[in-house]
Protein backbone atom coordinates (compact mmCIF):
# COMPACT_ATOMS: atom_id res chain seq x y z
CA UNK A 1 0.00 0.00 0.00
CA UNK A 2 2.93 2.38 0.88
CA UNK A 3 2.32 4.90 3.09
CA UNK A 4 -0.20 6.32 5.14
CA UNK A 5 -0.31 9.84 3.11
CA UNK A 6 -0.23 7.72 -0.12
CA UNK A 7 -2.96 5.87 1.02
CA UNK A 8 -5.23 8.38 2.45
CA UNK A 9 -5.11 10.20 -0.87
CA UNK A 10 -6.01 6.92 -3.26
CA UNK A 11 -9.13 6.45 -4.43
CA UNK A 12 -10.97 3.56 -5.23
CA UNK A 13 -9.20 1.97 -8.80
CA UNK A 14 -12.79 1.31 -10.03
CA UNK A 15 -13.81 5.04 -10.21
CA UNK A 16 -13.48 6.63 -12.94
CA UNK A 17 -11.50 9.81 -10.90
CA UNK A 18 -11.23 13.02 -13.23
CA UNK A 19 -14.67 13.75 -14.10
CA UNK A 20 -15.63 13.71 -10.35
CA UNK A 21 -12.21 15.61 -9.24
CA UNK A 22 -13.67 18.08 -11.82
CA UNK A 23 -17.49 17.88 -10.89
CA UNK A 24 -18.45 21.44 -9.60
CA UNK A 25 -21.03 19.88 -7.33
CA UNK A 26 -18.09 17.18 -5.66
CA UNK A 27 -19.38 14.01 -7.09
CA UNK A 28 -20.07 12.35 -9.84
CA UNK A 29 -22.78 9.57 -10.50
CA UNK A 30 -22.34 6.54 -13.08
CA UNK A 31 -25.34 4.60 -13.99
CA UNK A 32 -24.91 0.38 -13.67
CA UNK A 33 -26.40 -1.06 -15.49
CA UNK A 34 -27.87 -4.98 -15.64
CA UNK A 35 -25.28 -6.47 -17.00
CA UNK A 36 -22.59 -4.59 -14.93
CA UNK A 37 -20.50 -6.28 -12.02
CA UNK A 38 -22.29 -4.19 -9.11
CA UNK A 39 -25.96 -4.84 -10.26
CA UNK A 40 -26.68 -7.70 -9.24
CA UNK A 41 -24.79 -7.39 -5.03
CA UNK A 42 -27.20 -4.18 -5.21
CA UNK A 43 -30.23 -6.26 -6.73
CA UNK A 44 -29.98 -9.11 -3.73
CA UNK A 45 -30.06 -6.42 -1.03
CA UNK A 46 -33.12 -5.24 -1.84
CA UNK A 47 -34.68 -9.00 -0.77
CA UNK A 48 -36.87 -8.37 2.28
CA UNK A 49 -39.78 -9.82 4.01
CA UNK A 50 -43.00 -8.92 2.38
CA UNK A 51 -44.79 -8.25 5.26
CA UNK A 52 -42.87 -5.38 6.25
CA UNK A 53 -43.62 -3.29 3.29
CA UNK A 54 -45.77 -0.72 2.60
CA UNK A 55 -46.51 -0.23 6.09
CA UNK A 56 -45.13 2.73 8.48
CA UNK A 57 -45.36 6.09 9.48
CA UNK A 58 -44.02 7.43 6.14
CA UNK A 59 -45.31 5.11 3.54
CA UNK A 60 -48.23 7.25 1.14
CA UNK A 61 -48.13 4.57 -1.63
CA UNK A 62 -51.55 3.00 -1.79
CA UNK A 63 -50.65 0.00 -3.30
CA UNK A 64 -50.03 -3.12 -1.85
CA UNK A 65 -46.77 -4.62 -2.93
CA UNK A 66 -44.84 -7.34 -1.46
CA UNK A 67 -41.08 -7.34 -3.05
CA UNK A 68 -38.49 -4.28 -3.76
CA UNK A 69 -37.57 -4.35 -7.43
CA UNK A 70 -34.17 -2.41 -8.39
CA UNK A 71 -35.20 -0.43 -11.50
CA UNK A 72 -32.08 2.26 -11.48
CA UNK A 73 -28.61 2.35 -9.47
CA UNK A 74 -25.75 4.60 -9.98
CA UNK A 75 -22.15 4.55 -7.56
CA UNK A 76 -21.65 7.68 -6.22
CA UNK A 77 -17.95 9.57 -6.79
CA UNK A 78 -17.26 11.78 -4.04
CA UNK A 79 -13.66 12.13 -3.74
CA UNK A 80 -14.00 14.22 -1.09
CA UNK A 81 -16.32 11.91 1.36
CA UNK A 82 -14.09 9.38 0.50
CA UNK A 83 -10.94 11.24 1.84
CA UNK A 84 -12.75 11.93 4.81
CA UNK A 85 -13.59 8.74 5.21
CA UNK A 86 -10.15 7.56 5.10
CA UNK A 87 -9.35 10.00 7.52
CA UNK A 88 -11.90 8.92 10.07
CA UNK A 89 -10.35 4.95 9.42
CA UNK A 90 -6.99 6.07 10.57
CA UNK A 91 -8.64 7.93 13.63
CA UNK A 92 -10.38 4.66 14.17
CA UNK A 93 -7.77 2.37 13.94
CA UNK A 94 -5.42 4.91 16.76
CA UNK A 95 -7.79 5.29 19.34
CA UNK A 96 -8.71 1.22 19.00
CA UNK A 97 -5.00 0.88 19.40
CA UNK A 98 -4.70 3.40 22.47
CA UNK A 99 -7.81 1.67 24.25
CA UNK A 100 -6.34 -1.85 23.44
CA UNK A 101 -2.85 -1.30 24.75
CA UNK A 102 -4.74 0.30 27.80
CA UNK A 103 -7.11 -2.60 29.01
CA UNK A 104 -6.19 -5.05 27.03
CA UNK A 105 -8.94 -7.11 29.12
CA UNK A 106 -11.20 -4.84 27.31
CA UNK A 107 -13.19 -6.62 24.14
CA UNK A 108 -15.00 -4.90 21.43
CA UNK A 109 -17.89 -6.73 20.06
CA UNK A 110 -18.17 -7.57 16.58
CA UNK A 111 -20.59 -5.20 14.57
CA UNK A 112 -22.47 -7.37 12.52
CA UNK A 113 -25.25 -6.92 9.76
CA UNK A 114 -27.61 -9.00 8.36
CA UNK A 115 -26.01 -12.52 7.17
CA UNK A 116 -28.07 -11.86 3.98
CA UNK A 117 -26.45 -8.33 3.40
CA UNK A 118 -23.27 -9.05 4.08
CA UNK A 119 -23.29 -12.05 1.41
CA UNK A 120 -25.07 -9.34 -1.13
CA UNK A 121 -22.68 -6.84 -0.13
CA UNK A 122 -19.72 -8.58 -0.21
CA UNK A 123 -19.36 -9.03 -4.16
CA UNK A 124 -19.60 -5.31 -4.41
CA UNK A 125 -16.20 -3.84 -5.53
CA UNK A 126 -13.90 -2.10 -2.96
CA UNK A 127 -15.62 -4.40 -0.32
CA UNK A 128 -12.35 -6.50 0.31
CA UNK A 129 -9.87 -3.34 -0.27
CA UNK A 130 -12.06 -0.41 1.26
CA UNK A 131 -13.78 -2.21 4.24
CA UNK A 132 -12.33 -2.85 7.19
CA UNK A 133 -13.46 -5.65 9.29
CA UNK A 134 -10.38 -4.90 11.89
CA UNK A 135 -12.56 -1.78 12.61
CA UNK A 136 -15.66 -3.19 12.27
CA UNK A 137 -17.37 -1.55 9.50
CA UNK A 138 -19.79 -3.35 7.83
CA UNK A 139 -22.24 -1.89 5.34
CA UNK A 140 -26.01 -1.08 6.43
CA UNK A 141 -28.74 0.45 4.01
CA UNK A 142 -30.31 4.38 4.45
CA UNK A 143 -33.46 5.29 3.01
CA UNK A 144 -34.38 8.92 2.44
CA UNK A 145 -36.43 11.17 0.82
CA UNK A 146 -35.92 12.27 -2.81
CA UNK A 147 -35.91 16.42 -1.56
CA UNK A 148 -32.74 15.93 0.29
CA UNK A 149 -30.62 13.65 -2.12
CA UNK A 150 -28.71 16.03 -3.49
CA UNK A 151 -27.53 17.18 -0.36
CA UNK A 152 -26.47 13.57 1.14
CA UNK A 153 -24.75 12.68 -2.29
CA UNK A 154 -22.55 15.75 -1.93
CA UNK A 155 -21.81 15.91 2.19
CA UNK A 156 -22.90 12.87 3.26
CA UNK A 157 -25.20 12.04 6.33
CA UNK A 158 -25.47 14.74 8.40
CA UNK A 159 -27.86 14.25 11.58
CA UNK A 160 -28.10 17.60 11.97
CA UNK A 161 -30.63 18.07 9.20
CA UNK A 162 -32.62 15.07 10.04
CA UNK A 163 -36.04 15.16 11.16
CA UNK A 164 -37.38 13.80 14.70
CA UNK A 165 -37.56 10.24 14.87
CA UNK A 166 -38.61 7.27 16.90
CA UNK A 167 -35.40 7.17 18.77
CA UNK A 168 -34.66 11.42 18.02
CA UNK A 169 -32.86 13.11 15.67
CA UNK A 170 -29.97 11.49 13.76
CA UNK A 171 -29.02 9.10 11.00
CA UNK A 172 -30.98 5.99 10.81
CA UNK A 173 -29.58 2.68 8.97
CA UNK A 174 -30.81 -0.92 8.84
CA UNK A 175 -30.11 -3.80 7.83
CA UNK A 176 -33.03 -4.96 5.69
CA UNK A 177 -34.43 -2.84 3.01
CA UNK A 178 -37.46 -3.45 3.98
CA UNK A 179 -37.01 -1.40 7.53
CA UNK A 180 -35.99 1.21 5.29
CA UNK A 181 -38.90 1.31 3.00
CA UNK A 182 -41.15 1.90 6.54
CA UNK A 183 -39.22 5.37 6.44
CA UNK A 184 -39.23 6.94 3.08
CA UNK A 185 -41.47 8.38 0.93
Known sequence: ?????AVFAELPAYWEKTKAEASADG????????GDHEWQPLFDCLETRGDWLGKGRDVR??????????????????????????????KIEKDLGR??????????PALAAGV????????????????????????????????VLLDLLAGGLNE???TVAAF???????????????YVS
Not at 1 to 5: F, L, N
Not at 27 to 34: C, N, P, R, V
Request: one cysteine or more; glycine letters at 6%.
Open 27 to 34: FELHAISK
Open 160 to 162: RFS
Open 116 to 147: ELDRATRHLPGSTRELRRDLNETYFMHGTSPD
Open 61 to 90: EAEIYDCLRMVRAWRVENPLLFRKYRAAQG
Open 1 to 5: HGTAA
Open 99 to 108: LREAKPEVRI
Open 168 to 182: GNGNYLAEDAGKNDQ
